[in-house]
């Protein structure tokens, strides 16, 4: 009897200490996974649309022109710059850090937008 008893408390103590140094686990951790976002933007009509997006820091921008004539997408902070992009052409860049970035297009100057990044 007394060794079972022994056994039982020695197996108790085990355990408990096993809970106390174990990190809790969540029902559902992949939910906290952050997953890739994704925004666009057309450049039809000499103009960007849309003009002026938001996103959150990590998002992809992609920027498809979809006009007859060429353009660029070139950030004034000298953060990005596309190659000359012909028709269906694309260009995309990944925001990691917040802030505003303003753009232009370099063959057309007039042509402007901006991405603010929270």
């Known amino acids: 009897m007394i060794r079972k008893t ?7 103590s085990t355990v408990m200490v ?18 890739p976002v994704a925004a666009e933007v ?5 103009s960007f649309g849309p003009a002026a997006l938001t996103v959150a820091v990590g998002t992809t921008v992609t920027w498809t022109n979809r006009d007859d004539i060429p353009h660029t997408i070139v950030s004034t902070e000298k953060v990005f710059k596309s190659k000359v992009l ?4 694309k260009f995309a860049f990944t925001f990691d850090k917040a802030g505003t970035y303003s753009y232009f297009c370099s063959i057309h100057p007039k042509m402007t937008g901006s991405v603010v990044v929270q």
């Open 86 to 89: 012909d028709t269906d052409e």
């Open 42 to 46: 057309k450049v039809d009509n000499f």
């Open 6 to 12: 022994v056994w039982i408390l020695g197996l108790l």
């Open 18 to 35: 096993a809970a106390f140094l174990l990190p809790e686990a969540s029902p559902d951790s992949s939910a906290k996974t952050p997953q």
